[in-house]
């Protein structure tokens, strides 16, 4: 079995803010294998990379994304909260991050970010999205919204879901293939060699979040879990 893949959360999230194209290019240069991001939808219908639902905690701006058309968004500084030195650092947009890897060999884990706020047709515009870049074959979808998930095997069976969780889910793995998901993609702590061995068994990728302790890295690096996602894709890259 290969080595596990190693997506920068929210981009190198460490090092940069979080879910800004500064973070992604930190996320490039430190070698990530992928990027994990978030998306939502503006009020006129552009697919916003922001892990929230409102911009307060973020940027200097107020208010849902649902309510907030781009051209306001892209007014909101996202970077000052992190530091000075990424003052003006804007909010993307999924074609802002699709634009930046599309001729590299990057993996992206597209979260939707619809489990609180119903995006309507969010999942036909980012397949939309893939397919305008010619990226089916580099794209893993998750969301704890798993309704979503089957809504994307409906769209088009080709492309990779993974079922996000957090909180005791009973049969992952079981529970992943009733909604043809392709992997789980479980809280660390939710890991147990029961799970691990059944997703071997049973041909489901384990993509866990959001691992930063080095020991816990090196671990799931010895088990050859699929995917790392981690705020410092560096540390684990240097562990592989």
């Not at 997506?7 to 930190?26: I, L, Q």
């Not at 307060?56 to 968004?73: A, H, P, S, V, W």
């Not at 997703?199 to 816990?216: P, Q």
Request: with cysteine; proline share 2%.
């Amino acid at each position: 079995m290969t080595q596990p893949l190693i997506y920068a959360h929210r981009g190198a999230s460490a090092y940069a803010p979080e879910n800004t194209m500064a973070a992604f290019k930190k996320a490039i240069e430190l070698n990530a294998d992928g990027i994990e991001i978030d998306v939502q939808m503006s009020k006129d219908g552009h697919l916003i990379i922001c892990h929230d639902e409102k911009v307060d905690r973020t940027t200097n701006g107020k208010g849902y994304i649902k309510d907030i058309n781009l051209k306001d968004l892209k007014l909101l500084d996202a970077g000052f909260k992190f530091s000075s030195n990424f003052i003006g650092e804007k909010i993307p947009t999924l074609i802002e991050l699709m634009e930046l890897i599309k001729d590299n060999n990057m993996v992206l884990n597209i979260e939707l970010k619809n489990n609180v706020i119903d995006y309507k047709g969010i999942e036909q515009k980012v397949i939309d999205t893939i397919k305008q870049y010619n990226m089916e074959n580099r794209i893993i979808i998750s969301s704890f919204n798993h309704n979503s998930l089957y809504k994307v095997k409906d769209i088009d069976s080709t492309i990779k879901t993974g079922v996000l969780y957090s909180k005791k889910l009973k049969n992952p793995i079981t529970y992943a293939k009733n909604i043809k998901a392709d992997a789980i993609h479980p809280s660390y702590k939710r890991l147990n060699r029961f799970v691990i061995a059944k997703a071997k068994k049973e041909n489901i990728e384990i993509n866990t979040f959001t691992v930063n302790i080095r020991d816990y890295m090196k671990l799931l690096i010895d088990i050859k879990i699929d995917g790392i996602i981690t705020d410092y894709p560096d540390i684990a890259q240097q562990l592989k």
